[in-house]
């Protein structure tokens, strides 16, 4: 699960088109008005209040296991951007905003959290002012303060210490671009955000961002109090305000988290507290653990692991209940750097990728891996299906011998024979391992010399997502999901020449005619935004060629057969933590 976003996934499946405009009840400036805003008020209940209902037969105590064969890079709430990540901070944090299931269809509804609405927009709109609940409590008692969420905004600029977060507020808060964090001389002294009263929150914006509440569900919005603040340790003890707490985090490896005393079920519209603890342990043989959580004997019952069940075990599977399904709005890539590799040798890659096989000594399935031919997938509203030349999703690509041969000539013609392909790949992990195989013996027989580095999985994510390392494919987000629905989620964050400082870039393109495009498109209205950014999905990938898209997914994981309300938020492509319970405690 290398999907790298966060939080703020609306409900994709809800809106028909683009999302945008002031989901706020109390909206000053009406919004954008059009099918768009009626379309996103569907998808919000600035009303909501908590406590969340009660599930049905569900009961408290025992210990929820996870079995991860993958292992978050960070639990910082300001730094975290993976779908586990988010899904586990779930637990732990809470936001200015956040998405509730409906409990019949299973869609999420974004609904106040720690605010008490989803914000007010000024008829400028260049303001946001979010009405703070009162009374709300880290784990240790003490009380939280507006200034503490003011802290964690300014937190998030901090971009030398947190270098893996989101980073819409360097684009769109005032000063983004020139304000360093909380650390330095002028640290406090940011025009940005303000707490005029312990009941207000105010957001000065450089530019109009109307999906700002959608962003505000990020762990970046949580509180936290500035003296508490221990930098790049603080996700070893970090101020909870959700169900639970830290007990202990070695990263990597472990974390186990124990219950909140001081959590407010009364405010919170969202979160439920079943089971009195949890422990994740990280890093695990992937076929190991989902065999054991398939045959769930003795303490495995109690056992989820959160990675689509590999293709080799569903024979296995003899109760279907215990495979959670659904829908995520994410596509999977295969990055090559722009700045190392020719256009001409990037096509050529495309031309050698051995999709087909690659995808079966992964050990994915049809059902959850679904060919891609575009950077958008089906599930973003205004997603148009194209295929160019070559890539398709599907193939052999150079494991034809008579097209290893054409692709060996176009490299001698083009005098870049033997041309290096260098990348990173999990030693510890038998899928990627045998990936790593693939590519070598199918980037070889089409004539590059190739340099494989092996590294434990644990460090796997860092080390791709560094766009100084000395690799050339395989970097950068290996796969993304939306931020909220549109393609304003994905192409500027991903495509822009500024998404390679903040590394996020795929393919690490750097190209200013593209960036002026991609900036046409974003001060577009929504509904003209729908028709435009399917053309610069095509550009991109026809002119510049930054990444082979590889599939579109969906989510088939196992939990053990003690596992209650296991369901699919699609927000994250991941179990719904927060209402699981065990049906024997």
């Not at 949580?222 to 996700?235: E, H, L």
């Not at 999703?393 to 083009?414: F, H």
């Not at 900036?519 to 991109?540: C, H």
């Amino acid at each position: 699960m290398q999907w790298k976003r966060i939080t703020a996934v609306a409900a994709t499946v809800m809106l028909a088109v683009g999302a945008c405009g002031s989901p706020s009840s109390n909206n000053t400036s009406g919004g954008t008005g059009g099918d768009a805003g009626k379309a996103q008020e569907k998808a919000t209940d600035a009303a909501l209040k908590g406590p969340v209902a009660e599930i049905q037969g569900a009961k408290k105590g025992g210990t929820v296991t996870v079995l991860s064969d993958v292992s978050p890079d960070t639990l910082d709430p300001t730094n975290i951007y993976y779908i586990d990540g988010t899904q586990i901070a779930k637990l732990m944090y809470r936001a200015l905003t956040q998405y509730k299931l409906d409990p019949k269809s299973g869609k999420p509804i974004l609904v106040p959290d720690l605010a008490e609405d989803l914000g007010t927009k000024s008829a400028d709109g260049l303001t946001w002012t979010f009405k703070l609940k009162q009374g709300i409590k880290y784990m240790d008692g003490r009380v939280v303060k507006a200034e503490d969420y003011a802290y964690a905004i300014k937190r998030s600029f901090a971009h030398d210490l947190y270098d893996a977060g989101p980073a819409y507020q360097t684009q769109f808060f005032k000063d983004g671009e020139s304000y360093g964090g909380p650390y330095g001389p002028n640290g406090d002294k940011y025009a940005g955000v303000e707490t005029p009263d312990e009941k207000t929150l105010i957001i000065r914006l450089a530019k109009k961002f109307d999906d700002l509440p959608f962003f505000a569900a990020f762990p970046l919005f949580t509180p936290i109090p500035q003296d508490k603040d221990t930098q790049k340790n603080y996700d070893q003890k970090p101020m909870t305000t959700g169900p639970y707490q830290v007990a202990s985090y070695t990263t990597g490896t472990q974390l186990k988290l124990v219950r909140n005393p001081h959590w407010d079920p009364k405010t919170d519209p969202v979160r439920h507290q079943y089971p009195d603890g949890w422990d994740f342990k990280f890093s695990q043989d992937v076929l190991k653990v989902q065999r054991q959580v398939l045959a769930s004997t003795g303490p495995d019952a109690n056992a989820l692991n959160y990675t689509d069940l590999d293709a080799s075990l569903i024979p296995e599977v003899k109760d279907q209940s215990q495979i959670v399904r659904g829908q995520k709005p994410c596509t999977s890539f295969f990055g090559m750097d722009t700045r190392k590799i020719p256009l001409e040798v990037r096509q050529l890659i495309a031309q050698a990728f051995p999709y087909d096989t690659w995808r079966k000594v992964r050990g994915l399935s049809p059902d959850t891996a679904i060919p891609a031919s575009t950077i958008l997938p089906p599930a973003v509203p205004g997603h148009e299906k194209f295929e160019l030349p070559g890539l398709t999703g599907r193939g052999k690509g150079a494991e034809d011998p008579a097209v290893a041969e054409e692709i060996k000539s176009k490299l001698k013609d083009l005098g870049k024979e033997n041309f290096t392909l260098s990348w990173y790949y999990a030693n510890d992990d038998k899928p990627r391992t045998l990936a790593n195989q693939l590519w070598t013996q199918v980037f070889t027989a089409a004539g590059f010399k190739v340099k494989s580095v092996g590294v434990p999985k644990a460090k796997i994510r860092t080390m791709t997502n560094d766009p100084s390392a000395p690799v050339n494919i395989g970097q950068g987000p290996s796969g993304w999901c939306s931020d909220w629905p549109s393609g304003s989620s994905w192409i500027p964050v991903l495509f822009k020449s500024d998404a390679v400082k903040l590394s996020n870039s795929v393919g690490m393109l750097q190209d200013k005619d593209l960036d002026a495009e991609i900036d046409r498109v974003a001060a577009l209205s929504p509904d003209d935004q729908l028709k435009e950014w399917p053309k610069v999905d095509k550009l991109i990938l026809d002119k510049h060629l930054p990444a082979l898209p590889l599939y579109y997914s969906a989510s088939a994981y196992p939990v053990g057969k003690n596992i209650g309300h296991a369901v699919h938020d699609m927000t994250q492509g991941m179990p719904e933590f927060t209402s699981i319970f065990l049906k024997q405690p």
